[in-house]
């Protein structure tokens, strides 16, 4: 079974930055594309950012700019490093993996960003 775990969340002010890791088990980082989500109260899971296996990126637009992603393949772990927060950046985030077609999912790190 694959095993996911987040860090790094916490409460910031606005114009903050936190950095958020996700490391695994049972799981090559390196082999598979990651992504991380988010989940703001009452509201959907969305796509934060993602990162292919060969390093290619992707972010929501509302992050652009202010948000990183990268791997550090020797550590087995993601990073998502984030910067000039906003109050709308506050949401419980979750790492994700697709390996063979299977989800896999952390149990999420909630970040709060206060006004």
């Known amino acids: 079974q694959v095993l996911l775990v987040e860090s790094g969340g916490g409460l910031v002010q606005a114009g903050g930055s936190l950095r958020l890791s996700c490391t695994g088990s049972?799981?090559?980082?390196?082999?598979?594309?990651m992504g991380w989500y988010r989940q703001a109260p009452g509201k959907q899971r969305e796509l934060v950012a993602a990162?292919?296996?060969?390093?290619?990126?992707n972010y929501a637009d509302s992050v652009k700019g202010r948000f990183t992603i990268s791997r550090d393949n020797a550590k087995n772990t993601v990073i998502l490093q984030m910067n000039s927060l906003k109050p709308e950046d506050t949401a419980v985030y979750y790492c994700?993996?697709?390996?063979?077609?299977?989800?896999?999912w952390g149990k999420g790190t909630l970040v709060t960003v206060s006004s």
């Open positions: 994700h993996v697709d390996k063979r077609g299977v989800d896999y």
């Open positions: 049972r799981i090559t980082f390196s082999f598979v594309p």
């Open positions: 990162i292919s296996t060969g390093g290619s990126t």
